[in-house]
């Protein structure tokens, strides 16, 4: 978690801090604390130190960092921390479409897969008002797979901006992910980058471009929820990149 120090007369700083347990994982923290406990009063030689292991990384997964979401007009961010495995013109899915929803054709879908390592807490990728959530019961096969975004259990959200603009984004279960968590309902209206939902252990996130959209991301490249710009809305040029 960065400050910063914006009084006036001083020069603007940002320092580094832990950043915080989200409320949704302390209750795991104090469960794996408990147990790691135990096993020293027990005297479970190594296992009570691979428990200190599993509390410090389950702290980790459900970490919270403050991001700087950027500003401006048209801008579409990433709603998840991972690495863009797939980006493809597709179909959008049947529960985004139909009326009020997105338009009928082909799109182009962002795929973000986040491991057990990334932060897990999503994020709205712009201004506006949520204006449908449908959760759907499902498999869970590796996220990183492509038939992941039709089979496995799922979230989805359609988003409507401040300029009528539509865009649907996908939380999807992987093969360790039990639990889809929302932070909103239908009818809330957010800000780009306030958090929307969390998907516990690794799993994966589609974001649906509106039409004449381009990603402004490549494959391979590693986005940061809240703060790493993914498209520009009416921008249909793309951006390539190089593995290096």
Known sequence: MNSIDNRPGTTPTVQWRFP????????????????????????????DWLMV????????????????????QGLIVSPADGLVTLIQEVEPPFELGGEGGLPP???????????????????????????????????????????????NERQ???????????????????????????????????TVGTRVGLIRFGSRVDVYLPAGTAPKVALGQRAIAGETIIARIGDAEPASGIAE
């Open 53 to 72: 292991g599993v509390t410090v990384w389950t702290a980790a997964f459900f970490r919270d960092p403050v991001r700087s979401v950027p500003q401006g």
């Open 156 to 190: 989805h959200f359609l988003m409507t901006g401040q300029d009528g603009t539509r865009i649907g984004f996908t939380q999807i279960a992987g093969l360790v992910a039990r639990r889809i968590v929302p932070f909103v309902k239908n009818g809330d209206t957010v």
């Open 105 to 151: 054709g082909p799109c182009m879908r962002v795929s973000i897969f986040m491991s057990v390592f990334d932060v897990h807490i999503n994020r709205a990728p712009i201004s506006g008002t949520i204006s449908r959530v449908v959760y759907i019961a499902g498999k869970f096969l590796n996220a990183s797979l492509d038939k992941a975004s039709e089979e």
């Open 20 to 47: 915080a347990v989200h409320p949704e994982g302390r209750k795991f923290v104090v469960i794996a604390a408990g147990i790691t406990a135990a096993l020293f009063l027990l005297h479970a030689h190594i296992v």
